[in-house]
């Protein structure tokens, strides 16, 4: 560019006077846009602070942290079933109707003969009773198992809950990158729209003067049009990726753009330093898979549990009341209670074929470690597939950039052959056009790059960094 006008400024035609007036009336313009744009922040965010900040305030990430503490508080309730179980009842009855038995009074009498009964009501009109139970466990194996089971469940909730946050993490990562790409492209366009005005102007005055078709003039403005409008469409998307952005950071300001993003990721995150060893092993949903195939082989242990015997203490302390008239409180009526001592329960039959479920289980635990094999080979491909493309990309951008320089000098000299009438101006629109196709692959590369970046991060297992 400073080559372009350090030749229009050494040239003594008055029309030339005027491209150099306009271009940089012009330029300044567009400086003033881009400032006003990306140049106004009044603070600058990190790319760690977006993220920490995402984690720490978005309500989806914090519900999601709510689920892990109710599921430790509902492990912890499971301790108290080893604890004294004490209840107390109290219970005052009325039986207008009362039991009748048949007693063998020959047993008791032999005037009577041997087979020979008599009824007999027992109890009273008005009974009552009060008193205290205690129970607890001494030997039962189902309740660890049962909080064995909630303690791995917390874990397998932790993983889930650390996926949620891991792709979440990806999602802010990605569009912070969006926004410094978008920053970068709209610079690279501001120029673009320079230099597409020179040559218009340029041609402009070659057509009044009678030297020029107006069809080469029309595609000189198509090809300024194009690269105007790609800037507009440049600033719409930046506003949006930092719409987005405040939105995924969970921001109450979501409407203050003016904001900057910090470039010095670009060293301490460059996508041509070493790529470090896979690490598949501790990705949070090969983690989880794991806890799932444990989990169902301890949810076996438990159905075995249920078979095993169980030993506990039982207490009681009380007293009965029985009378024919409506008196709590009469004396002589009133008839103590008590017992303690072991409750020895061993289960028989329960209904349910243990075996058959147990295998079920087995057999699920068997499923979720081949699909953590399957998920495990999956990420390997990935970061396999994500190494090759980014050496790709990184080769194409080199190319792309030395076509773009090439390109560049290529439209300076057909500008400056143009004004001096020794080249057709068909040619330097033609490198006009060829050049923003050169222009918008190259930030299409740029973005992947970028993009396989990331996701070679996140399949090995080392997207934390980011934030970490």
């Known amino acids: 560019m400073k080559a372009i006008i350090n030749f229009l400024k050494n040239s003594a035609k008055p029309t030339v006077k005027r491209v150099i007036a306009s271009c940089l009336s012009f330029s300044m313009m567009t400086i003033l846009s881009m ?17 920490s900040s995402g984690l720490a305030n978005r309500k989806t990430i914090l519900a999601g942290k709510l689920d892990a503490a109710l599921s430790r508080l509902q492990t912890k309730a499971l301790y108290r079933q080893y604890f004294p179980q004490v209840s107390a009842q109290y219970q005052y009855l009325y039986n207008p109707i009362l039991q ?35 129970t607890f466990p001494i030997v039962d194996l189902s309740i660890q198992r049962s909080i064995d089971e909630a303690r791995l469940q917390e874990r397998i909730l932790a993983f889930s809950q650390e996926q949620s946050e891991y792709e979440f993490a990806f999602s802010i990562a990605q569009t912070y990158i969006d926004i410094y790409l978008d920053e970068a492209k709209m610079r690279s366009l501001a120029s ?16 009044d003067e009678k030297r020029l078709l107006k069809s080469d003039l029309n595609q000189a403005r198509i090809n300024h049009n194009n690269v105007v409008q790609l800037l507009s469409d440049g600033t719409a998307r930046l506003y949006q990726d930092k719409v987005y952005l405040l939105f995924l950071m969970g921001t109450m300001d979501i409407e203050k753009l003016d904001f900057d993003i910090d470039t010095s990721f670009l060293v301490s995150y460059s996508v041509t330093n070493n790529i470090n060893t896979a690490e598949v092993n501790q990705l949070p949903d090969v ?29 009681y302390l009380g007293a009965n009341q029985f009378a024919n008239a409506f008196k709590p409180a009469a004396v002589n009526t009133w008839f103590g209670l008590s017992y303690a001592g072991l409750e020895i329960k061993v289960p028989i039959l329960s209904g349910e074929s243990t075996h058959n479920k147990i295998r079920q ?5 068997n499923q979720y470690l081949l699909l953590k094999e399957d998920k495990m080979l999956e990420y390997s491909k990935d970061v396999i597939t994500a190494k090759l493309k980014i050496g790709n990309a990184q080769s194409q951008l080199r190319m792309q950039e030395e076509n773009i320089a090439l390109s560049a000098e290529s439209i ?5 052959r143009v004004n001096e009438g020794q080249a057709s101006v068909s040619s330097l629109n033609l ?22 970046w990331l996701d070679y991060l996140k399949a090995s297992g080392q997207l934390s960094i980011l934030w970490k």
Request: hydrophobic fraction near 40%.
């Open 412 to 416: 300076g000299i057909f500008q400056a």
């Open 192 to 207: 673009d729209t320079s230099r597409t005005y020179i040559t218009y102007i340029l041609l402009s005055d070659k057509f």
């Open 287 to 315: 983690q989880h898979l794991t806890l799932q195939s444990e989990f169902t082989r301890l949810q076996a242990r438990s159905a075995r549990a249920k078979c095993l015997p169980t030993v506990g203490f039982k207490g």
């Open 100 to 134: 009748t038995s048949i007693l063998p009074i020959g047993v008791f009498n032999p005037a009577y003969p041997a087979d020979a009964t008599k009824s007999v009501q027992f109890g009273t009109k008005w009974t009552q009773s009060a008193g205290l139970t205690a």
């Open 35 to 51: 400032i006003s744009l990306v140049a106004h922040a009044q603070s600058s965010i990190t790319l760690s602070q977006a993220i």
């Open 431 to 452: 490198e006009e056009a060829n050049i923003q196709t050169l222009k918008a692959n190259y930030e299409s590369g740029k973005r992947l790059l970028w993009v396989y």
């Open 361 to 365: 289980l087995n057999i699920q635990s």
